[in-house]
């Protein structure tokens, strides 16, 4: 199915990477800016603190269809392996409760790789067997690093061996989605996060067992899109969300910076920003109107948790979070309204748990 959609696209390989970048304006991102950090330090938000569980309790009291016990049961299920597994984004090495049957020091030196592209379509390999449905591998743009990480605040200061980054995509399944934006539609979202936990772990101990150096990260450590971008998956739509051939933005992201080496696919371009200029569907079916409907994109915006300098539609964050609260579970919308994600028009949670 997923060659079919590229099939179905005019995608042409490119040398040099997509977006289009304003030095002067660009700058690593700062973490205290993530939205999901500044519900718990920006005060003059009106965001802060605030959450979605007061609106999801009434949901649930009030059975509206999408948003009953059996939806959000089926929600917070799917977050089960992400918010569980602590690990899995672990930047050392995952521990065993018991030593392995091979001991512990025989992943310890490095194995010899004369063939990096060889390397590649293992390393390839072993991402699509964990359960990605898409990878990519870039050289790494330390542009797109943040400055520091998004729970503790130190700086990310990789080291100079960490030179390539391996991008993850998970398609979020089309049905739920649909649902867009019910609980159910959320459940989609965060089994890509607990999938995302399960691949990306297993993917950096397979490299860490090479002996070669392994930082899996989920949305924290750098900047997803751009990242992906350079990794060839896809394209910067106006939503603000990586549009890839095979499923459009329906996709979740997760990468591993690596001391690998690897051969680095090429970025491609299969014509988005030219339909992005025109559609504007997403922009028109957001709820909190948090997507420019602007003929032309920009350098800069002065939305706090944007990161700037990149020439993109820019996506205002505090609007679309507080959506999410009055809502009381996130949103995808502007996922299900875009064309490249090819999904049926609104399915209703009737329809989605008749579905077998
Ligand atoms: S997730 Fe929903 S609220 Fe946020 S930008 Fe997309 S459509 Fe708008
Ligand atoms: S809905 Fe249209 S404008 Fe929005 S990202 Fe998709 S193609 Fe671009």
């Known amino acids: 199915m997923a060659e079919e959609r590229r099939k179905f696209h005019n995608i042409q390989k490119v040398d040099i990477h997509t977006y289009k970048i304003n030095k002067k304006k660009l700058k690593r991102f700062d973490s205290h800016l993530m939205i999901f950090n500044r519900i718990l ?173 392994a930082y899996p990260a989920c949305n924290d450590a750098g900047l997803s899109i751009p990242l992906a971008i350079d990794a060839g998956l896809g394209q910067l739509g106006r939503n603000g969300l990586l549009i890839t051939p095979e499923y459009g933005p329906r996709v979740q992201l997760s990468k591993i910076f690596t001391s690998l080496p690897l051969e680095p696919d090429k970025p491609i371009d299969f014509g988005v920003e030219k339909t992005c200029r025109i559609c504007r569907r997403c922009a028109k079916s957001c709820k909190a109107n948090a997507i420019s409907l602007d003929e032309e994109p920009t350098y800069s915006s002065d939305y706090k948790s944007s990161s700037q300098g990149t020439l993109k539609w820019y996506v205002d964050g505090e609007k679309c979070y507080e959506f999410w609260c009055d809502n009381g579970t996130d949103c995808s919308d502007c996922i299900v309204s875009c064309p490249y994600s090819a999904t049926p028009v609104h399915v209703t949670s009737e329809e989605f748990w008749k579905k077998i």
């Open 41 to 213: 330090l920006d005060e003059n938000w009106s965001g802060y603190k605030r959450s979605e569980r007061e609106k999801a309790l009434k949901n649930i009291k009030s059975k509206a269809e999408g948003y009953s016990r059996i939806d959000y049961a089926l929600s917070e299920a799917a977050w089960t392996l992400h918010d569980v597994w602590l690990d899995a984004f672990k930047q050392d090495r995952i521990s065993r409760p018991q030593e392995s049957i091979l001991g512990s020091d025989w992943y310890k030196d490095e194995l010899k790789i004369k063939d990096s592209s060889k390397m590649s379509i293992n390393l390839k390999k072993a991402a699509k067997f964990f359960g990605a449905d898409l990878v990519g591998i870039a050289k790494l743009n330390r542009d797109w690093l943040f400055k520091n990480w998004g729970y503790s605040f130190e700086p990310i200061n990789f080291k100079k061996t960490i030179k390539n980054v391996i991008v993850l995509g998970y398609e979020m399944e089309e049905i739920g989605l649909s649902t867009s934006p019910t609980a159910i539609a959320g459940s989609v979202t965060a089994l890509g996060y607990s999938r995302s936990a399960f691949t990306t772990a297993c993917l950096s101990e397979f490299i860490r067992n090479l002996g070669y150096e």
